[in-house]
Structure formats: structure tokens, C-alpha cells
């Protein structure tokens, strides 16, 4: 079908296609993975947030699966020594993302080594596991969180 087919009130502005997690960088994708774990993280797993839940409810398709089981043994016994984890859990996938970002500096070379380099390799690490991670999220928070100041660099430009 050609985009000609749709009625110009209902085709994308230009803005908005340049503001589309698809065009983002390795920086920006980090970025906003590390402000959506912050952001949940504010939910209480106990009180029937409707942000945790919509979040949750992508788990299949961002997740593919439970995510332990797509990432090196070594990475996962590091993790584990510091928290217990759900391995289903989308929100428990950006933890550990938000977390060995902003402590990349304090991990053995053995898993920086693994993860790759900031920004671009350690992305990649999680990219290649979970493409849909990114924009999977997105479309939650786009949902949920359009109107707040933190998220505005995101979604500026895809605001319908």
C-alpha cells in the first residue's frame, strides 16, 4: 500500500519520523531505558499500578522469553550476586540495564568485556537480545508517561 493511500491529516510529520526510537542512537536508547527503570521504579508492585501492569503485559514480545537465558552465564552470576531477579519481568530487565550503566566503571573487565563499551557496545549487547525492548517500552510510556518533563527529549514531536 502506498503512503499516498492515506489521507495527509493521517500520515506522519517529518518531526516526528526524526523523533522515532528507530532513528535514536546507542546514547539515546541508553538514555531513555536508564529514565523508563527510574521511572518504574516509582510504581509500588503491590498497589495495581496500571503503568507496571501495561508494562508487563508487553513482556512477550519486548522479552521473547525469559531474559536470563539470553545472556552470558558470567553477566548473569554477577547480577545475582547483588539482588534477585524475575527473569520475566520487563521491569527487572531495565534494572539490570539502568544499573550496570551507571556502574559500568566498578565491573570487572571480565564483564565489561562482555558487555562491550559504552555507549555503542554495551547497547549492543542488549539490542541484539532484545530488539524490541526499546520500542516495546516506548509505546508504554508514550502511553502513560507523554506529559512528564523527563520524557519530553523522547517523545517531543510524537505527541498524538
Known amino acids: 500500500m502506498s503512503v499516498y ?9 517529518a518531526v516526528e519520523i526524526l523523533h522515532h526510537p528507530f532513528f535514536w542512537n546507542s546514547e ?5 531505558l536508564r529514565d523508563a527503570s527510574d521511572r518504574v521504579e516509582l510504581e509500588d508492585r ?9 508494562l ?3 513482556k512477550t514480545v519486548a522479552l521473547g522469553g525469559l531474559w536470563n537465558d539470553k545472556m552470558d552465564s558470567a553477566f548473569i552470576n554477577d547480577i545475582g550476586r547483588y539482588r534477585r ?3 520475566d519481568s520487563v521491569r527487572d530487565l531495565l534494572r539490570v540495564i539502568r544499573n550496570k550503566l551507571n556502574h559500568y566503571r566498578e565491573l ?11 555507549p555503542e557496545g ?15 517500552v ?5 502511553t502513560y508517561c507523554l506529559e512528564e518533563d523527563i520524557f519530553q527529549k523522547y517523545f517531543k514531536g510524537n505527541q498524538n
Not at 539515546?28 to 531513555?32: G, Q, T
Not at 554495551?122 to 520500542?135: A, D, K
Request: glycine share 6%; net charge positive; proline share 5%.
Open 56 to 58: 508487563e503485559s508487553v
Open 46 to 54: 503491590e498497589d495495581g499500578s496500571e503503568l507496571l501492569g501495561a
Open 108 to 118: 570487572s573487565k571480565e564483564i565489561q568485556g562482555i558487555l562491550g563499551q559504552v
Open 5 to 13: 493511500a492515506f489521507p495527509l491529516s493521517h500520515r506522519p510529520k
Open 28 to 32: 539515546m536508547r541508553l538514555s531513555f
Open 85 to 87: 531477579y524475575k527473569y
Open 122 to 136: 554495551f547497547e549492543s549487547y542488549f539490542s541484539t537480545r532484545f530488539p524490541r525492548l526499546v520500542i516495546e
Open 138 to 142: 516506548y509505546k508504554v510510556l508514550h
